[in-house]
């Protein structure tokens, strides 16, 4: 994201707030009033392209935690890349995309439940609560092009270093969402089956490596070109990942997104993602609802405050979309 981002798409957004709503309600609410509210469409990370996959546990991935998809025979997955942004069919190098790609992840499990793993293209969040995410919407909402100098916004960011390093990151786009790295950010619980438990976020790497394109063909590729190139891929065999836990340290902070964690720590393998083959988006995204807050027994949600608020937000995305 940009600062140029901000004041592009704050144009007629307004702030919206009801106090005494939940935290989860007002966050969508800011998100629809910043995007506009599109019948049928998620609120934020609203183009996706939805894929069919498969996970294979890696040797040992079950002495880190017992859950049920680290052992054995493979799991079937269903694999949502979106694009951050409430903005319907925005290019991929649209503004209101921030530069944020997504990549939800929904284990069937043998039992006939479900694990989900959702992560962006970032290592890290701008902000390290719900509340402090809708203080930087509105803020952004508040902050129009004939809005005086230092607007909310630019306010905003000189008192949270992290939101300002986060929007002034540069985040190349990559030739494919096959060709992403993602990460987790928010930190889980991982136990095993005796009963060690270690905290570790999410991360995600394409076998192939990370590639991107420059800024310049970017902008002159098709719209879709992040989907449609992993699609092409796929016509030559499975698009592959690996997923990888990075491990923290003891004083590591578990609770506070905005905090990376050093990269000399450990990653354990967990296995293998290969995406298989492209399913028929428009007609199946719309039920898929992907949450953080979706786990199985061996993996929990850590102490970080915005896995609660994002499952609050998320559900009542879903609720709006599916009316
Ligand atoms: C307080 C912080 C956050 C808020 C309020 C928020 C809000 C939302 C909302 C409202 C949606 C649409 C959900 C739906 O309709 O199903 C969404 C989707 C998504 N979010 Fe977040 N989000 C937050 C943080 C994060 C973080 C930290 C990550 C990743 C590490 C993330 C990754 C995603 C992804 C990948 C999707 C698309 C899921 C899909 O394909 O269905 N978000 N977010």
Redesign the pocket.
Known sequence: MSIAFFAAIAVGATNVCAEDEPLGVR??NQ?NARYGQHTGV????AK?AVFEGIFTPAQGADSFSSAVFLKGAPTPLVI?F?NAGGVPDAPDTHPSTGGIR???IKFRLSDGSEQDI???SANG?PVAT?ED?LALLQAVGASGPNVPKPTPVEKFLSIHPAAAAFVTTPRPVAVSYGTQPF????AFKFTNTQKTSKFGRYRIVPESGPAYVTDEEAAKRPPNALADNLRASLEAGPVKFHLLVQVAAADDPTAD?TKVWLDSRPTIELGEIAVIKALDTKKIEND???LPTNVTTGIEASDDP?IN??TE??AE??SR?TK
């Open positions: 966050l969508v998100m998620r609120a934020n990370h996706g949502r979106s997504g990549m939800a959702v992560c962006i969040f719900g995410f990460f987790g950010v928010n997104a898929l609802l992907f915005i608020t994002r937000a998320y995305s879903f979309r």
